[in-house]
């Protein structure tokens, strides 16, 4: 039997010997971006794939997940190595998509590279020989909270449960036969160095709301309208009026955008559209300011008499990555990069939906390097293929390694000790939950206790 250390070079070795297919991946699906529960094509290229490699794998999961299954010599635990497969909406980046303004800005081109190609290496150095238990090379759709009203269409007309690839994935299952994920996401920030850790990283509840008030003429008679624009523009101060009271430590973020302000200048705006996310550190900071941006939106629909609708939605939990599994990937990527290339950094204030795969099994989301530009932007580019595309790939496989090796030791001592934050059924109702919608009526709120006195009669 060969070494572990010998079966991780052996697909390494492989692994080099892909390169020039691995790059075509990464590069085909750079310039074919399809957003959230639409990448249909993105999907048949990893199964063709998976089919060309001989990995079992069922598709349309989640609508298009594919999940390819290879298991080793003995039973033992099952470790799913994960890329997502979705872009984003960054519709004049180079290489977006003419029709759909879909534009890989975020590098998961990179990560279907990097599963592929240590699927490929595991394959092709025949691993699984020294392996107890089955690796999972789960391509999976939709980590982008992005296309909100789209994905609540489907969920209305019951085709999706949520509007996120993993929660909907673990909803309907996928996850019960894993026992630990790890993906591998592209970074292209320097402070990062070649590969990084973060501890933590924020979740969010996501918010659609809507301010109604009454049109009328502007200049002739605006006493006779109730301006909802008015009413949004002090819900926004009231919301950041609640600023001062957010603590260091929570790391909440609330950046609300207006999505429509009116319609026509010379009518007072009868309707105008918020959105924001309510990020932070944990969930009962999240709900903390979550309900204090409830009463902000009321306050400012009770300024002016109009209604706001507040439609909360369930969005991602915080991240806690795994310790025993960031050792492992700290060892493999000293090993390939230099000890000097790993950083370990503190608190992100993002999001992924690899927080919810967090919250029920260990998992593992850390950064490696390869892009080049802000992230979600137009500059956004794989600048070094080696290390954006082949680099993921060798480091997923050789974790799969230290963990299935044998008898799969490292894995069982990892999901002996481990408790996880929630069971699943506890999170699919902590997050369905969030499904809230609320009718603030403040004229009716008002008036009612004007007309019978209650302000005191002092006024
Ligand atoms: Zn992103
Ligand atoms: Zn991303």
């Known amino acids: 039997m060969a070494s572990k250390e010998e079966v991780k070079k052996q697909i390494c070795e492989a692994i080099d010997r892909r390169q020039g297919q691995i790059e075509r991946i990464g590069d085909h699906i750079m310039v074919n971006p399809e957003l959230g529960f639409k990448e249909f094509e993105t999907a048949k290229l990893v199964a063709g794939t998976m089919e060309e490699f001989g990995i ?23 470790v799913a190595l994960i890329g997502e497969l979705d872009s984003l909406l960054v519709s004049d980046h180079p290489d977006a998509d003419a029709a759909t303004g879909a534009a890989h800005a975020c590098g998961h081109n990179a990560q279907i590279a990097g599963l592929m190609g240590a699927m490929m290496g595991i394959v092709d150095s025949r691993a ?30 019951g ?18 036969d894993v026992d630990m994920a ?54 926004l ?36 559209k918020m959105e924001t996310y309510v990020r932070g550190r944990t969930s009962e900071a999240i709900l903390d300011a979550n309900a204090k941006v409830d009463r902000a939106l ?69 950064y490696m390097a390869g892009a080049s530009g802000p992230g979600h932007s137009v500059e956004w580019h794989i600048s070094d293929k080696e290390m954006g595309y082949v680099a993921p790939a060798k480091s997923l496989a ?13 894995a069982k001592g990892i999901l002996k000790d481990y408790r996880p934050e929630m069971s699943k059924q506890a999170y699919l109702e902590f997050q369905s939950q969030m499904f809230r919608t609320e009718v603030y009526d403040g004229e009716i709120d008002v008036l009612p206790r004007l007309k019978s006195g209650d302000s005191g009669g002092s006024l």
Do not use: C, W
């Open 56 to 78: 079992s794998h069922e598709t349309g999961l989640g609508i298009t997940g594919v999940k390819g299954v290879l298991r080793g010599k003995k039973p033992g635990p099952t």
């Open 128 to 157: 699984a020989e020294d392996l107890a238990g089955t690796v999972i090379f789960f391509a999976v759709p939709a980590e982008e909270y992005v296309e909100v009203e789209y994905r609540l269409g489907l969920v209305r007309e």
């Open 159 to 176: 085709k999706l449960s949520f509007l996120g690839g993993k929660p909907e994935l673990i909803q309907l299952g996928h996850f019960d």
């Open 182 to 235: 790890v993906m591998i996401h592209t970074h292209s920030d320097e402070s990062l160095k070649k590969a990084g850790v973060s501890a933590s990283s924020n979740g969010f509840v996501s918010k659609m709301i809507r301010f109604l008030g009454r049109a009328a003429h502007a200049g002739g008679a605006p006493h006779k309208g109730v301006n909802a624009l008015n009413a949004a523009q002090i819900a």
């Open 237 to 272: 101060s009231a919301i950041h009026a609640q600023r001062e009271t957010f603590q260091d430590q929570d790391a909440i973020r609330v950046h609300p955008v207006i999505t429509k302000g009116g319609d026509l200048v010379n009518v007072i705006p009868a309707e105008v």
């Open 298 to 366: 009321r306050a400012g629909a009770m300024a002016v008499g109009a209604k706001v609708e507040i439609e909360t939605l369930p969005g991602y939990m915080p991240l806690k990555n795994d310790p025993d599994l960031k050792d492992l990937f700290q060892t493999n990527s000293e090993s390939l990069f230099g000890a000097d290339e790993f950083s370990e950094v503190g608190h992100r204030t993002g999001s992924t939906d690899m927080g919810d795969v967090s919250h029920i099994m260990p998992a593992l989301h850390p």
């Open 398 to 410: 050789m974790l799969a390694v230290d963990l299935l090796y044998g008898e799969a030791d490292q």
